[in-house]
Every structure is written in C-alpha cells, then in structure tokens.
C-alpha cells in the first residue's frame, strides 16, 4: 500500500471515523504533504487558530502498536514534566491511540496539539527581527537538554525498542546491497564499537533520534521551539541528538569556500548549542569527546534512510551523489561528514559523484 492510496482511502472513510474518535466536527481538515518514504498520513486541523490539531495515521506494517503506544507514552511524560513538545491529545475513548479498521487492513491513528508557530523554511530561514542568531542555537540545545533532562527519570511503562534491535548486522546484510561490501562492513565494525560502550544512565536513554528544524516549530516572537514527530524515537545515547545538531548546523556555512572559516564557525555554532544544553543537564566531557564518533552515526543512519525509502516504495536501489558522498565518507573513515576535508565542496555541498552500486 502506497501513500496516496492511503490518502484516498482517508478521504473517502478514515476521516469521519477520526473525527468522531476525536471530536473534530467543528475543525477544517486538510491533507499535509508527505516527505519522500513517510510512513505516515498526516492532516491538520484548523478551528481558527484556536486548539489547532494535527491527525497522524500510520498504515506500514513496519510498527506494532506497542511501539505506537510506548511512543505516545513517551511525549506525554515530556509533555507532563515541562518538555516543549506537542502534546498528543486523547480520544473521547481516553485513549492515546486508536485503531481503525478498513478492507481487512489495520491504520493506527494519533492526534497531537499543533505546536505554535512555523517550521524556519517556512520563514525563509530568517530568525527574529533584530535578534541574534546566537539565540536560536542556544535555545536549539536549551529544548533538547530539558528533553534528556526528563529522559534520564523516565521509565517506561510499554518497553520502547533500543536502537540495537534496528540497527544490526542482520539488518544491514538485509537492506544494503551486496555489491556495498566495505560499505556494509565499515557499518558493522561502527556498531561493534557502538556495542562496547557503557551505557550509564546519565548518557543512554531515550532520544528523539530525529531531531531537526523539519521535527519542531518555532514561535518568531519568542523564540520558543516546540517539537514533535517522535516516531524513530528510541533508546540510544543522548550525544547522538546532540550530533544531528551539529551535523545540521553545517547548512549555516555550507557555501563557505574557507574550510578555517567552516571550522571556526562549527566551533563556535557547537559551544553555543552545549551551553543552552547544559543550562538544563549535565553532559560528561569525556562523552564529549566521542561528538566525531557520533556524527560518523549519523552518516549512517541517513544511508540506511534512503535505503529504507527506496526499499517501501518498491524502487530499485540506486545511488544519486547525495548518497555517494555519505557512502564515501563512511567507507573512506572521513570524519566530520566530510564537511572539513577536500572531499568537501562549497559549490556543491555534500554531494559525491555518481556510482553504481
């Protein structure tokens, strides 16, 4: 089943039911645009700005409801304990979850608040009139800290899947083609390190895995980022949330030709994101120092992305230069996202030339 037949379906069915799960009557409900590979259809719900809503209905069979449950468990507890996210609201059932059946096939429905304000590409990446940048990268890491704040007490009550029981060797045999033989074994000597390591509770708990100006709102009158979209959350080290920020702190200066003044600038982007982090938790240096190590994690995890989204959309695997640099930088042990060595181009950020795989 592909999105739009799921959009259909939506529109001529799932829809009225939702919306006397939830009470929507009085709301404007329209479709939201889905990223390439969404596991998800989205709407939001408009009731003239007042208790906006956002509807979620998941139709891949990739996730049990346990795992939906212990997800929606998770944003609540953020939620009670004072972490800025989307609240996800109850049915008129008292459930955070609902399940709806149509032509034998199983959707699984959640409603979230919407969180106040826009997404930056929505303001054309322009922050607050008169405000320094700085602000939002302290407020950046400010929120995430708060988040692992809350996460170091959480105990689940519906067990949430550790990133291990993705992300594995079986896993990656299974999806990566068999003709990406370094590839596959640069990412498997990558989770044997990964395995090693102590995992105390002040640095491994739950992490939103996903965390990015796409997956939070920004209010452009105070500042305030609200997130959501914890759908890959999992239970991981808190240093990788930290390193998708610094790996997506590299858009700022991305067409710097100077690698110093790139350099310069990540140092200063990064020390400014970790003191609005650390005025809400603790984080150990020597964590710290493993930043390279994590953001290598990341490179990863966006190769296995594409991936998986070549894979549910029944393409054949293919390689394009966005994912030919990734590939390069993971088989060629180049650190940093390759962001600091010659690899690195300024007139076309990120990208590696084509190769067949």
Known sequence: MIHKEVVKIADDYLLSI?????????????????????????????????????????????????????????????????????????????????????????YFVCVFEKARGKLFWENGYRYREGVPLTEYFYNCGQTLGKLHKLSKEYTPVHKRYSFFEKYNADYINQLIPGSLTLLKEKMIDLLKTLEGMDRARESFGMVHFDYNDGNYMIDFTTGQITVFDFDNSCFFWYLYDLANVWANGCGW????????????????????????????????EAMLEKLPLFIKVTVMENIIDTFEVMHNSGEKPECDEELAYLIKCMEDDIPHKGFFDEIYSSIEPFVYKKRNI
């Open 18 to 106: 939702i919306t006397k799960l939830y009470g929507l009557n009085s709301y404007q409900i329209n479709s939201i645009n889905a990223h390439d590979g969404g596991r998800n259809v989205a709407y939001s719900c408009e009731n003239q700005g007042e208790n906006d809503k956002i509807i979620r209905i998941a139709f891949l069979p990739d996730r049990k409801r346990e795992d939906f449950i212990s997800e929606l468990e998770y944003v609540r507890f953020l939620y009670d304990g004072g972490g800025s996210v989307s609240n996800v609201v109850n049915s008129r059932n008292g459930n955070l979850l609902e399940e709806v059946v149509y032509d034998g096939h199983r």
């Open 253 to 284: 200066i991305r067409f710097e030709k100077d690698v110093e003044k790139r350099q310069k600038f990540m140092k200063n982007y990064f020390e400014t994101v970790l003191a609005g982090y650390k005025s809400e938790t603790e984080i150990d």
